[in-house]
T-cell receptor
Framework: NAGVTQTPKFQVLKTGQSMTLQCAQD?????MSWYRQDPGMGLRLIHY???????DQGEVPNGYNVSRSTTEDFPLRLLSAAPSQTSVYFC????????????FGQGTRLTVV | AQKVTQAQTEISVVEKEDVTLDCVYE???????LFWYKQPPSGELVFLIR??????QNEISGRYSWNFQKSTSSFNFTITASQVVDSAVYFC???????????FGPGTSLSVIP
């Protein structure tokens, strides 16, 4: 079982560049979410989706876009990268919603210079 | 509003000592879920336990135990006879059924010294 797959694992961007972090799960989970992890701040929710075609904002959505065209995929787009977006990004999925355990991808370490 | 506090930023213990990681939460809902996750040095996040607000029974799983007390809004995690492999960052998290978002605490970094 692949579980939750994130790509890439590492990325360096220049300020102003755009990119998409990919996330795919093969567990037929309804709920998917993106977090960023910064030292001393835990994981902060960026965007989440309760099913295909439905997305909503989390705690720190500014500068990021998401879409959910299929159950399996939930890409995160950085529109114009800024140094403040340097972080480790985690994608997660869960079966029935936020009240069930989350399965996390391996993370993407993003550096914006 | 949801909030999760983990007041202990870093803890160091000597192997075989017991250690308790504190988690205090705030919520307006009567129905909510609490979680603990472990993040070892390798970086992945691993689910440990889920507890709903109607189940205050304490749980034990091997060397791990959890103490859920609604009266103090706490969901503490104890590791008995700690081992080096327990060294990790531990996160407590909360979700409310009326508010479909998971809120994580800042995490507690546990170092178990051999």
């Amino acid at each position: 079982n692949a579980g939750v797959t994130q790509t890439p694992k590492f990325q360096v961007l220049k300020t102003g560049q755009s990119m998409t972090l990919q996330c795919a799960q093969d567990m037929n989970h309804e709920y998917m979410s993106w977090y960023r992890q910064d030292p001393g701040m835990g994981l902060r929710l960026i965007h989440y989706s309760v099913g295909a075609g439905i997305t909503d904002q989390g705690e720190v959505p500014n500068g990021y876009n998401v879409s959910r065209s299929t159950t399996e995929d939930f890409p995160l787009r950085l529109l114009s990268a800024a140094p403040s977006q340097t972080s480790v990004y985690f994608c997660a999925s869960s079966f029935r919603g936020s009240e069930t355990e989350a399965f996390f991808g391996q993370g993407t370490r993003l550096t914006v210079v | 509003a949801q909030k999760v506090t983990q007041a202990q930023t870093e803890i160091s213990v000597v192997e075989k000592e017991d250690v308790t990681l504190d988690c205090v939460y705030e919520t307006r809902d009567t129905t909510y879920y609490l979680f603990w996750y472990k993040q070892p040095p390798s970086g992945e996040l691993v689910f440990l336990i889920r507890r709903n607000s109607f189940d205050e029974q304490n749980e034990i799983s091997g060397r791990y135990s959890w103490n859920f007390q609604k009266s103090t809004s706490s969901f503490n995690f104890t590791i008995t006879a700690s081992q080096v492999v327990d060294s990790a960052v531990y996160f407590c998290a909360l979700t409310e059924t009326s508010y479909d978002k998971v809120i994580f605490g800042p995490g507690t970094s546990l170092s178990v010294i051999p």
